[in-house]
């Protein structure tokens, strides 16, 4: 039963001020789901030792069980209409839906931030960072590297004909793997790992259980949820991506004067004002 459901059933048996709260968790539910007891008892004009007692009157064990409960009745509201609207989508309107409602469900709970952070603080600490990524994960592996690089020295990314060679031989305990592997599972990737893996570095998998191939060789396993195109067998990686971007802002947020400084200072180098000698009536100068 939802909490409007249990509001309905059991309104007549609430006091006057507990009608208040009621009134208020019905009519702006979303909102209450996400705010506190003292947000609430302000905007429904009570105290807030009512908004607790309305938990236990509507059948809770604490004002906790009763905000989880909305929470979860919020979600599936979402879920209900976008459920509606798919009968009228075209073909790429319901592969966006479909990558929509993965980023929701990220948001929402499916996306361990404690362990973001903590692998946020690993990588922040560790010597030196190296990135896997073969064939389908290739492009995601290497923003990863791109955005990480960009804050932090000592980023590397393995390549084929032995681009990172040196870097990977010295990998070493106090080093961060990151792999990143979904299916079919490329067997590059999988033999990097085991390859460094005799260097002792802190391995982290990105893939889509930790029962994958190379979840079972990692120290720390990231699980995301992927789109597979029937057909192709193609992964839509915008999850993956997503992630990769709240691990690179979490690991700034570890040391963020030395990554904003250090950020300023490439672009300082790479940007520059006049740099390129092109005029908008003519194009391209002339050497």
Request: glycine share 6%; net charge neutral; charged share 25%.
């Amino acid at each position: 039963m939802t909490v409007c459901e249990q509001i309905q059933k059991s309104y007549s048996t609430l006091s006057k001020s507990q009608k208040k709260v009621a009134d208020y968790v019905f009519s702006n539910l979303e909102y209450a789901a996400m705010k506190t007891t003292v947000k609430i008892s302000m905007e429904a004009g009570v105290s807030e030792t009512t908004v607790i007692r309305l938990a236990y009157a509507l059948g809770y064990d604490s004002f906790s069980a009763l905000q989880k409960q909305m929470q979860s009745d919020v979600l599936e509201r979402a879920r209900s209409r976008r459920v509606e609207g798919q009968g009228q989508q075209n073909v790429f309107q319901r592969m966006l839906t479909k990558e929509i409602e993965i980023l929701l469900e990220m948001r929402d709970g499916s996306v361990n931030f404690e362990q973001l952070q903590n692998l946020a603080m690993r990588i922040s600490s560790a010597d030196r960072v190296m990135v896997f990524g073969y064939y389908g994960e290739h492009t995601v592996s290497y923003e990863l590297y791109m955005m990480l690089d960009a804050i932090r020295s000592n980023v590397h990314y393995y390549r084929e004909n032995n681009v990172g060679f040196r870097e990977l031989a010295e990998l070493n305990p106090r080093s961060v793997v990151i792999a990143v592997a979904f299916p079919p599972y490329s067997p590059g990737t999988l033999e990097l790992v085991e390859q460094s893996k005799r260097k002792g570095p802190y391995t982290i998998a990105i893939t889509d259980s930790p029962l994958s191939p190379v979840g079972r060789l990692a120290d720390d396993v990231v699980t995301l949820r992927v789109n597979r195109e029937p057909e192709t067998g193609i992964n839509c990686m915008a999850p993956v991506m997503t992630y990769c971007y709240l691990l690179m802002d979490a690991v700034k947020g570890c040391n963020r004067e030395e990554s904003l400084y250090r950020i300023k200072n490439v672009q300082s180098q790479l940007v520059q004002p006049g740099v390129l000698p092109i005029r908008l009536d003519t194009g391209w100068d002339a050497p």
